[in-house]
């Protein structure tokens, strides 16, 4: 049986788990094993999604799970995006987060983020959480990496109000280094900036995804969807299985900062 959730398309026969580890063949569908399983809740700013120019200064209440269907080798997240259904986790239903989330409005929340693991990987239980948030008023961020298909994108869409998108670079070389297909995530990128608030951040790694040449095409690619979409060029540091190389320097991320710069009105730093 193949999961259609994304481009990878697992082929399981019964009982086995694919890739991304968070799906299974049960023997009559591909389920989400990490249904309401939370590794991690917090109530975060806004701005650490990254989300620049979505209701700055505001909370939100940010869950993950685990798993992941890309492999970064530098990824800082690797404790709970390369576990599986063996790790230790909370029972969360979609009902009790709502409930949570709403409790913290007078601390400042403004909703529910999906992130910390790759959350489209449980896509049943973000999309059962964002529909119950939407009905109370709740706000819905995701923060993916994009690789998703567009058919299960395109119906979560609507309940989504602010999605933070990595752009992993922009070479399919690159990306296969990561495990992923640029060209999905950039039909992810156009699909959800046609309806929500969209910010994209790219990881620069010295020596492989660092190039000027790069940068200017991403830009401007960027901004022949709309010059607006914010862009978060952020600083890496070892981590992972990418140890053997120093942090980005400082003055690569402001030199890539000045030339998206030149097509994109909001263009941002992080980890610097």
């Given at each position: 049986?193949?999961?259609?959730?994304?481009?990878?398309?697992?082929?399981?026969p019964?009982?086995?788990?694919?890739?991304c580890?968070a799906?299974?063949?049960d023997?009559?569908?591909?389920?989400?094993?990490?249904?309401g399983?939370?590794?991690?809740?917090a109530?975060?700013?806004i701005?650490?999604?990254?989300?620049?120019?979505?209701?700055?200064?505001?909370?939100?209440?940010?869950?993950g799970?685990?798993?992941?269907?890309?492999?970064c080798?530098?990824?800082?997240?690797?404790?709970?995006?390369?576990?599986?259904?063996?790790?230790?986790?909370?029972?969360?239903?979609p009902?009790?987060?709502?409930?949570?989330?709403?409790a913290l409005?007078?601390?400042?929340?403004?909703?529910?983020?999906?992130?910390?693991?790759?959350?489209?990987?449980?896509?049943?239980y973000?999309?059962?959480?964002a529909?119950q948030?939407?009905?109370?008023?709740?706000?819905n961020?995701?923060?993916?990496?994009?690789?998703?298909?567009?058919?299960?994108?395109?119906?979560?869409?609507p309940?989504?109000?602010?999605?933070?998108?990595?752009?992993k670079g922009?070479?399919?070389?690159?990306?296969?280094?990561?495990?992923?297909?640029?060209?999905?995530?950039?039909?992810?990128?156009?699909?959800?900036?046609?309806?929500?608030h969209?910010?994209?951040?790219?990881?620069?790694?010295?020596?492989?995804?660092?190039?000027?040449?790069?940068?200017?095409?991403?830009?401007?690619?960027?901004?022949?969807?709309?010059?607006?979409?914010?862009?978060?060029i952020?600083?890496?540091?070892?981590?992972?299985?990418?140890?053997?190389?120093?942090?980005?320097?400082?003055?690569?991320?402001?030199?890539?900062?000045?030339?998206?710069?030149?097509?994109?009105r909001?263009?941002?730093?992080?980890?610097?």
């Amino acid at each position: 049986m193949n999961c259609t959730l994304c481009p990878r398309h697992c082929d399981l026969p019964a009982g086995h788990i694919g890739f991304c580890r968070a799906r299974r063949n049960d023997g009559n569908a591909i389920i989400c094993i990490n249904y309401g399983k939370l590794t991690s809740l917090a109530l975060d700013p806004i701005e650490k999604k990254p989300l620049a120019r979505f209701r700055p200064g505001s909370k939100i209440l940010s869950a993950g799970s685990f798993g992941c269907n890309l492999r970064c080798p530098f990824c800082q997240n690797s404790d709970i995006s390369m576990a599986d259904e063996r790790c230790s986790t909370v029972d969360v239903s979609p009902g009790e987060l709502v409930h949570k989330a709403l409790a913290l409005l007078p601390q400042g929340n403004i909703g529910i983020a999906y992130t910390y693991n790759e959350p489209l990987i449980g896509y049943e239980y973000v999309r059962d959480c964002a529909a119950q948030a939407h009905d109370a008023g709740l706000m819905n961020v995701l923060v993916t990496n994009g690789f998703i298909c567009a058919e299960p994108f395109a119906v979560l869409l609507p309940l989504i109000d602010a999605l933070n998108i990595d752009l992993k670079g922009f070479t399919q070389d690159y990306y296969t280094f990561v495990g992923g297909d640029l060209e999905t995530v950039k039909a992810s990128i156009r699909m959800a900036a046609a309806r929500c608030h969209v910010e994209v951040t790219t990881l620069i790694v010295p020596g492989l995804n660092d190039s000027p040449e790069a940068m200017e095409a991403e830009a401007k690619w960027l901004s022949s969807i709309n010059a607006e979409i914010p862009l978060h060029i952020s600083r890496y540091f070892p981590c992972y299985h990418l140890l053997d190389r120093p942090p980005t320097p400082v003055e690569t991320i402001h030199k890539l900062r000045d030339i998206a710069g030149k097509h994109l009105r909001y263009v941002f730093t992080g980890n610097c």
